[in-house]
């Protein structure tokens, strides 16, 4: 057997080798796709920014190395996306850099633990399929809601300006529906450019940015920061990280590339912490991967992890080159433009609750006699209904309370309503070993000779 490390080159070099291929064959579309994550990236990146709640030009530079470093190691279009709990607790009490980094190293620190001692692992044995897909299915509606309320909503026939109104988005909209059967348009390229002009035009040319070399600055908490920072934001998203942003994503990214090696979620897991844990001291945005930012750069073309290290080499260049003076070009970005790409993942996101009952994982199994190959197990009238019930369970709980974690416990209790009689039978014949175990001799005789 290969030595770990040897191994990893090997993985590394295949991976490679396909992120080339898939490059030479489908540049335009590894393009768009690579920019398929902007709807969720962009907003709150710069109402951080503005808020100066993180150092942009840090934010640029570290997301754009860790789009690299996961484009090579893990091959597939894994988003760099911002830890989204964080961010609006962050933007709502107007966290300083110190206490918004510190929200991401608690974050980071207990999915580094979860990742080390094998409890994702575990997570993901324990976990029922029809959870994690609900938890999948919740993110993609809560994408198209955020989009209705957060960026169409606001928006009038002409109102904010002309550059950004309703009249755009439906343009957006009747491009995207156009585009459903030409999948190699690029559409997210062609939006976000088409974005920029009209950002430009709205924002004047004194606004464009302008030169200026990047000079990272450490920040280091004071105890307070850090306290106030774990305490109101970092604690309430590690269940989103755990759940959304390591198990999601290694179950999604099976589904959408069964043809590339899926990440496990230990990887996931540490990859995810070490992002923060390193780029945080010097004020960059807290992240993770998402299986909604998976979902969407797939969804407008990406196939390989060549498009993200194409993303992060342009961020990186944007980061050391004009940093905080993009701040006004990114503000004036049209939001109607961007409602319409999250709504499009969004509704990427939530298909994959489609397959719960035909295609999940947990329902393949080894057919006997046939040397290891698996086949999919047909699933009973009840048990498809169980399963129905359970995802939509967690979807609801996440809906109604916009929390993944209630959305799970919902699932979890929903689950184990449906096995209680399958717990209970199993509990029983635990507790009569148990007992026979501690019988004496005659106790023992004397149940045998009942028999």
């Known amino acids: 057997m290969a030595p770990p490390f040897?191994?990893?080159?090997?993985?590394?070099?295949?991976?490679?080798?396909?992120?080339?291929?898939?490059?030479?064959?489908?540049?335009?579309?590894?393009?768009?796709?690579?920019?398929?994550?902007?709807?969720?990236?962009?907003?709150?990146?710069?109402?951080?920014?503005?808020?100066?709640?993180?150092?942009?030009?840090?934010?640029l530079v570290f997301s754009g190395l860790w789009n690299i470093l996961t484009g090579v190691f893990f091959g597939i279009p894994l988003p760099v996306q911002p830890m989204k709990a964080i961010a609006a607790v962050a933007i709502a009490r107007k966290f300083s850099i110190e206490e918004t980094v510190s929200a991401g190293f608690t974050t980071a620190g207990v999915v580094f633990l979860f990742s080390i001692t094998g409890l994702l692992r575990w997570f993901t044995r324990v976990i029922p399929t029809p959870v994690v897909k609900g938890i999948q299915v919740g993110a993609g509606l809560s994408l198209v809601i955020s989009a209705g309320t957060s960026l169409l909503k606001p928006l009038g026939w002409t109102t904010p300006n002309a550059g950004d109104n309703l009249l755009w988005a439906i343009f957006a909209f009747v491009a995207l529906l156009t585009t459903q059967k030409l999948p190699r348009v690029p559409y997210a390229l062609l939006i976000f450019i088409l974005g920029l002009v009209i950002s430009v035009f709205i924002t004047g040319s004194h606004h464009l940015p302008s030169f200026h070399i990047w000079h990272p600055s450490p920040f280091i908490p004071s105890w307070f920061a850090f306290t106030r920072g774990a305490l109101n934001a970092g604690i309430g998203q590690i269940p989103l990280t755990a759940l959304n942003s390591v198990i999601a994503v290694s179950y999604l990214s099976s589904d959408l590339l069964p043809q590339i090696p899926a990440p496990g979620v230990t990887s996931i897991g540490l990859s995810v912490a070490l992002m923060n844990l390193i780029g945080g001291w010097f004020g960059a945005m807290p992240v993770c991967h998402g299986s909604g930012g998976l979902a969407a750069q797939y969804r407008f073309g990406a196939r390989s992890g060549a498009s993200i290290i194409l993303l992060g080499i342009f961020k990186m260049l944007l980061g050391l080159l004009f940093g905080e003076t993009l701040v006004s070009l990114l503000r004036g970005y049209p939001k109607a433009l961007l409602g319409v790409m999250v709504l499009a993942a969004g509704l990427e996101l939530a298909k994959v609750g489609e397959s719960l009952n035909y295609g999940a994982r947990d329902l393949w199994e080894v057919a006997e006699n046939s040397q290891g190959r698996k086949k999919q197990r047909k699933v009973g009238e009840n048990e498809r209904m169980e399963r129905w019930t359970v995802m939509f369970m967690t979807v609801g709980g996440l809906l109604a309370f916009k929390n993944d974690g209630v959305g799970f416990l919902a699932g979890m209790l929903c689950h184990l309503t449906y096995r209680s009689e399958d717990l209970w039978a199993s509990f029983a014949r635990f507790w009569r070993r148990r007992r026979r175990g501690r019988m004496t001799d005659g106790e023992r005789q004397s149940l045998l000779g009942r028999r």
Do not use: F, Q
Request: glycine share 6%.
């Open 6 to 59: 040897s191994a990893t080159l090997t993985r590394i070099r295949h991976l490679h080798a396909n992120n080339v291929r898939t490059l030479r064959t489908s540049p335009l579309a590894e393009i768009s796709g690579s920019l398929g994550d902007l709807g969720t990236l962009l907003p709150l990146m710069i109402a951080l920014a503005v808020n100066n709640s993180i150092s942009l030009s840090t934010t």
